[in-house]
């Protein structure tokens, strides 16, 4: 047992050699002792304590034996006995078949011997041969109608890329739609209740005053106002449909050479009117001359 007594001071000035010295008490409590005999054995002594274990081990199994003589051979009668069990231990297939020899090592060496002969014997190796069959059609593959089935996969797979395609934009066009129906539905809406309130009114046919002129005049007006922040987002809904529009770029181009042939087009009219109006006018002179 490791034993310690830490001195402390409370002044001041040692606060710095007290906690050391507590640090130190900590690190020292952690220690633990092993205790053991400080001896050497004798290797004489050890060879003799092992011999005598030996020897009381072979009492003990020849006590277990029954006293018999285990350093000779084995007799004959002894080995046909041995040949016979294992015999019938082989052809036995039940799962409960036991090899019974006795406490006999020499018996027991033997039985293990006769199954690993047993095991190593070529009977228990050959395999009965299979005829093999003849004359069997061969079959070969004809390059041809290979290269018409990779060919008609190749069909199927581009079908199948385009249709993707088609699907998805079918689907942003459809999401699209779905963002700008509702203000038009929403526009559509309010003109059929004005048409309802026009109706009311007519059947009606009652007069209305000053403040309800005033008071329909500014629902007009809010009316007019909420269309044209309606037209304004259906506006930047067209816009954002054409930015977004994969195919934009193309119609621009289109539209680019309408404009270019319009113009040649046009161009070219006005030189066929020209051309028109010479030929009349040569044509007049000609008539002129001959008269």
């Not at 293990?112 to 041969?129: D, E, M, N």
Request: glycine share 4%; aromatic share 2%; hydrophobic share 30%.
């Amino acid at each position: 047992m490791t034993s310690m007594i830490a001195t402390c001071s409370v002044e001041k000035r040692n606060i710095d050699e007290t906690i050391s010295t507590c640090r130190f008490s900590q690190r020292v409590a952690l220690i633990k002792n092993e205790v053991r005999v400080n001896e050497e054995l004798d290797p004489k002594l050890m060879v003799r304590q092992l011999r005598q274990q030996v020897a009381e081990l072979r009492e003990e199994l020849s006590l277990a034996t029954g006293g018999e003589e285990r350093d000779g051979d084995l007799e004959l009668a002894e080995r046909e006995r041995c040949e016979r069990l294992v015999q019938d231990y082989l052809q036995d297939s039940s799962p409960e078949a036991r090899l019974l020899v006795g406490g006999d090592m020499r018996k027991i060496q033997l039985c293990f011997s006769l199954l690993k002969a047993r095991v190593k014997s070529p009977l228990l190796h050959t395999t009965p041969k299979t005829a093999t069959p003849t004359n069997q059609p061969t079959v070969t593959a004809d390059p041809r109608l290979e290269e018409v089935i990779r060919q008609r996969d190749e069909e199927i797979n581009m079908l199948l890329k385009t249709l993707k395609q088609e699907r998805r934009k079918i689907a942003e066009l459809e999401a699209r739609l779905r963002t700008t129906a509702p203000e038009e539905r929403g526009g559509a809406g309010e003109e059929v209740e004005e048409r309802k309130e026009e109706r009311v009114k007519e059947e009606r046919g009652t007069e209305t005053t000053g403040e309800q002129e005033a008071g329909e005049r500014k629902q007009a007006e809010s009316r007019k106002a909420w269309k044209s922040e309606l037209s304004r987002a259906r506006q930047e809904a067209f816009d954002q449909f054409r930015r977004d529009c994969p195919i934009m770029d193309q119609v621009n181009q289109h539209k680019t050479d309408l404009r270019t042939k319009y113009s040649e087009a046009k161009a070219l009219g006005e030189e066929v009117q020209s051309s028109r109006t010479t030929i009349s006018e040569w044509g007049n002179l000609c008539a002129s001359t001959t008269l």
